[in-house]
Each structure stands twice: as structure tokens, then as C-alpha cells.
């Protein structure tokens, strides 16, 4: 254990012992003094402290277990079940914040207590640095805030999103519930609720919510949840979605224009991800799916596939395996990157779901991902006849009906 940890520890302890024992203070120290088996947090002098002892030492020893447990983001049990998923993209940022690949250090970064302020209901905001240091050389990481809430005797912790969007409007629309300081563009809202609700229908997603904060221009939506400070961002547009899943219950804290110039490829795979794990699922395949529904780099499929067939198939014949093994490539005009296999593994896919319906299309996304493809394109065979040995011919059958849609 860290040695001003000791010393703070060992005092408080102390000074508790001389205290008239009774039942409800024993199991409070009982509950503080199991908790501090942690070795990280680093209290710096002239930090002022909740009065009650039992409770800075309670408070000490819930933010320490967090913020070790956040490090690993495995089950944590100091989180405030109410606010878990919310909490949860506070996690995902402190996941790893210790590590330095630069001194190839896991332990480089050190977390330092650096203000408690009171909030009501005995509840505190807690800010944590990390920070590290190198032959004299002082080096900032990131900057934390967290929600300690007051649950008998002891603390449970959370992001301080749930605060700091408290007064802000509220908008439900189905299953999805949306947070704003202002104004809701709800044109753009119902375009997304359409298309989140005919991915949700294929992948039989229809329970649960998704809940959006959309913050303005004018705010930084990391520090929303509680990322006052990161070097990953530094100096970086902040035009990311930060996202998290617990069970059946979504959280999105993003920008509202960010939100509004969504992009229909992309969220295909976030409705994905809410009914089975990345890892479950073969990503090429993935891939094909959100290019046959929400094409890509904002052109829909319609736009993209005439390009697709100008640049390969005019008076052409095309080795299509060769072109899924070296994962070739065409450049648009607004130098876009489109994998050629993305086109055919969509029509394959379209011709799945036609014969097979979306059952089929599940079959081929959960197949295993090897070099060779064996899974694949076993699976391919078993469901619509396409293998190793006809797939040139087959796929360009599917390319010539396709084009013909477009004439």
C-alpha cells in the first residue's frame, strides 16, 4: 500500500479506535477497514476531508476500490447499481489510464486525490489526477471527476452525468429518451428512429431503451460524464460518440449535431452490438450488412454500387476471390476508401436474406473468421450454393442483375 495511503490510514484508524465502540460505528470501521486493501490512490496534503472520520475513510477506501477495479473494467462492485450504465463510459475511459507505453510502465501514472466537495444528501464530487513522472519531468494523463453517494455507511460511485444534466429537457420517442439543453431538431430524430427500428427488426432488438445527452458547441461533452481532462484528446475535434451497454439500457453522450449528421453504416453496428458481442461475430460480414443498408462514407448503396461496377466489371473479368484476398480497394472522388469485398459480401447477403430470410444472414455473420475462410464459406454452400469453386461465376451473375436495377 502506498505509503501516504498508510500514514492517513493509520492515523484515521487510531483516532477511531479511541472512540466508545458501539454496533452501529463497529460495522461502519468493520465495512471502511476491509475496503482499504488497495494500493493506488494517493491523498495530497492539504486536502480537506469529509468531518466525519469514519466517513473520509469510508470515502477514501470507495474511490480507491473504483478506481481499481475501473482500471481492469471488470465488475465492480463500489458503482451505483442506479447509475451503472451510466458510470460505465466513465469506466471505459479509465480502463488502462495507468499504463505508459512510452516508459513501458503499467504503473506509471499514479492517481492522486486532488479535491472532495461536499454536495447534498452527504453525497461529494471527487476529482482525481493521474499523473506521472520521469527523471524530474512531471507528466499529466488525465483529469477525473466522480459522484460519491452515501448508501448507509458506506460510498457508491458514479460519472456526474445523471448531475450535470439534471435540469435539461427531456424528449421520449418510442424506446429511445433524449437529454438536451436547448432544442431538438426532431426531424432528424424521427429519420433516425426509422432506420434504428428496421436494423432493430431484423435483429429482433425491440425491448429496451437507448438513452441520447446531446450537448451544444458550446460544451465538451467528455466532461459531461466526468473526463475533465485526457491526453488522448488533446488538441482533437471532439466529434466522437461515447457509448455504453448494460443488459437492455444504452447510454450515447455525444454532440446534438454530431448525433444529427449520423451515420446510417455506422449504426448499423451499434444496434448490432446491442444483441451480441464484436467478438462473436464475423466483422467482414458485419461489414457487408452496413454497406447493403447504410452504404458508406455517407453514399447510400444506390450511389455507390454504379461506381462500384464502372470501376470493375466494364468488359473486364474479374478474379473476385483474389480481390477478397488482398482486401482490394476503389477510390471515390471525395478519396474514399471502398473495399471491393464489402460490395459482393453485400450481395451475397442480399441473396441470403431473399431465399433464407434474416436467419440465414445470422448463420453466415456468426461463422468464424480464418485465413482460409472455411466456415465461411461452408456456410455460404449450405445456404445459397455458393462455393469456392463457382464463386467467380456465381457473384457475377449477382453483379449483372444488380446493375440492371439501376438502368
Not at 486493501?37 to 473520509?56: E, H
Not at 474511490?63 to 477495479?69: A, C, E
Not at 435539461?168 to 438536451?180: A, G, L, P, S
Amino acid at each position: 500500500m502506498n505509503s501516504k495511503i498508510v500514514f492517513f490510514l493509520s492515523i484515521l484508524i487510531c483516532q477511531l479506535s479511541n472512540i466508545q465502540a458501539t454496533p452501529d460505528h463497529n460495522t461502519r470501521l468493520k465495512i471502511a477497514e476491509e475496503s482499504t486493501t488497495f494500493d493506488s490512490l494517493i491523498i495530497n496534503s492539504g486536502i480537506v476531508m469529509p468531518k466525519d472520520s469514519l466517513d473520509a475513510l469510508a470515502l477514501v477506501a470507495s474511490v480507491n476500490g473504483f478506481l481499481s477495479f475501473a482500471q481492469e473494467n471488470s465488475k465492480n462492485k463500489w458503482v451505483l447499481t442506479s447509475q451503472a450504465v451510466e458510470t460505465q463510459v466513465l469506466i471505459d475511459e479509465i480502463q488502462d489510464i495507468q499504463k505508459s507505453k512510452k516508459y513501458k510502465d503499467d504503473h506509471f501514472f499514479k492517481p492522486y486525490l486532488t479535491k472532495i466537495t461536499p454536495l447534498e444528501k452527504s453525497n461529494y464530487a471527487v476529482h482525481i489526477a493521474y499523473i506521472g513522472s520521469h527523471e524530474g519531468t512531471t507528466v499529466l494523463r488525465a483529469n477525473f471527476e466522480l459522484i460519491a453517494h452515501k448508501i448507509k455507511d458506506q460510498f457508491l460511485i458514479s460519472s456526474p452525468l445523471k448531475r450535470k444534466t439534471q435540469h435539461w429537457q427531456t424528449q421520449k420517442v418510442k424506446n429511445r429518451i433524449f437529454y438536451y439543453p436547448y432544442t431538438l431538431d426532431l426531424e432528424k430524430v424521427d429519420q433516425y428512429g426509422k432506420l434504428s427500428s428496421f436494423y432493430d427488426e431484423k435483429l429482433n432488438n425491440n425491448e429496451g431503451e437507448t438513452h441520447f445527452y446531446l450537448s451544444t458547441d458550446e460544451m465538451d461533452p467528455l466532461k459531461l460524464f466526468g473526463v475533465e481532462y485526457k491526453f488522448d484528446y488533446n488538441g482533437r475535434p471532439i466529434n466522437s460518440a461515447w457509448i455504453s451497454s448494460i443488459d437492455k439500457k444504452s447510454v450515447y453522450v455525444l454532440n446534438a449535431n454530431e448525433f444529427y449528421d449520423f451515420d446510417p453504416h455506422d449504426l448499423w453496428h451499434n444496434r448490432l452490438r446491442q444483441v451480441i458481442s464484436r467478438k462473436e461475430v464475423h466483422r467482414r460480414v458485419d461489414c457487408h450488412i452496413a454497406t447493403l443498408y447504410g452504404g458508406i462514407w455517407g453514399k447510400s448503396w444506390d450511389e455507390l454500387f454504379p461506381m462500384f461496377y464502372e470501376k470493375y466489371f466494364v468488359g473486364k473479368q474479374v478474379d473476385w476471390l483474389e480481390h477478397k484476398k488482398n482486401y482490394s480497394h476503389f477510390i471515390t472522388n471525395e478519396k474514399s476508401k471502398n473495399y471491393t469485398d464489402d460490395f459482393i459480401g453485400a450481395l451475397l447477403v442480399k441473396k441470403i436474406e431473399k431465399e433464407k430470410g434474416f436467419d440465414g444472414v445470422w448463420k453466415l455473420l456468426k461463422t468464424k473468421r480464418t485465413k482460409e475462410e472455411e466456415e465461411y464459406f461452408a456456410m455460404l454452400d449450405e445456404l445459397i450454393g455458393i462455393s469456392k469453386k463457382n464463386y467467380n461465376k456465381e457473384v457475377t451473375k449477382l453483379i449483372k442483375a444488380e446493375i440492371k436495377k439501376f438502368h
